[in-house]
């Protein structure tokens, strides 16, 4: 059984550039759910996607958006990149009927 | 609204002391409570969770917390540290059920240091 994986591990990019950001659930999970952790704070709840439609969100703004595909991988989705948006952007999954969400690796994202 | 505090972004500890880090959690409704370990550069990792069931959880590495209505809190402590839990630590808590093990509101972490 694979865990939850995220690609890529670090990027680079421009402000006001556009990034997607993947998540690979974990076999047998149908719920994903995004966090944006900025340096030295706790992980903040961007989104949750079930089933491909979102699922609750929090206090972001919509230019961050998300796809979930119907093998329950998802893609977040950052516009008009500003430098505060520099984080680790961790995904994790869940399964239905489960009492705990399992976190990928995280994607390390500088914006200069 | 569910909020998490964790008191003290800091705690020293000698190598073999007791490890105590304080979580307190503010929540309209029963509370779910996680603790999770964050080594550098990487994802978090489920310490132990708290589900309603006993008050008392036992998790992984030799940790464990204690629910404490009363107090609201969910204290996470170990007997003797080990060099190699030195880490940040994370508590956090969700909703009941269904997909809200998902939406977790964190504190604001508190990285251990263990002296030899």
């Known amino acids: 059984e694979t865990g939850v994986t995220q690609s890529p591990t670090h990027l680079i990019k421009t402000r006001g550039q556009q990034v997607t950001l993947r998540c690979s659930s974990q076999?047998?999970?149908?719920?994903v759910s995004w966090y944006q952790q900025a340096l030295g704070q706790g992980p903040q709840f961007i989104f949750q996607?079930?089933?491909?439609?979102?699922?609750g969100r929090g206090n972001f703004p919509p230019r961050f958006s998300g796809l979930q595909f119907p093998n329950y991988s998802s893609e977040l989705n950052v516009n008009a990149l500003e430098l505060d948006d520099s984080a680790l952007y961790l995904c994790?999954?869940?399964?239905?009927?489960?009492?705990?969400?399992?976190f990928g690796q995280g994607t390390r994202l500088t914006v200069v | 609204a569910q909020s998490v505090t964790q008191l003290g972004s800091h705690v020293s500890v000698s190598e073999g002391a007791l490890v105590l880090l304080r979580c307190n959690y503010s929540?309209?409704?029963?509370?779910?409570l996680f603790w999770y370990v964050q080594y550098p550069n990487q994802g978090l990792q489920l310490l132990l969770k708290y589900t309603s069931a006993a008050t008392l959880v036992k998790g992984i590495n030799g940790f464990e917390a204690e629910f404490k209505k009363s107090e609201t809190s969910f204290h996470l402590t170990k007997p003797s540290a080990h060099m190699s839990d030195a880490a940040e630590y994370f508590c956090?808590?969700?909703?009941?059920?269904?997909?809200?093990?998902?939406?977790?509101?964190f504190g604001q972490g508190t990285i251990l240091t263990v002296h030899p």
């Open positions: 076999s047998g999970h149908n719920t």
């Open positions: 994790a999954s869940s399964s239905p009927g489960g009492t705990e969400a399992f």
């Open positions: 956090a808590v969700s909703n009941a059920g269904g997909t809200s093990y998902g939406k977790l509101t």
């Open positions: 996607y079930y089933r491909e439609e979102e699922n």
């Open positions: 929540s309209s409704v029963p509370p779910y």
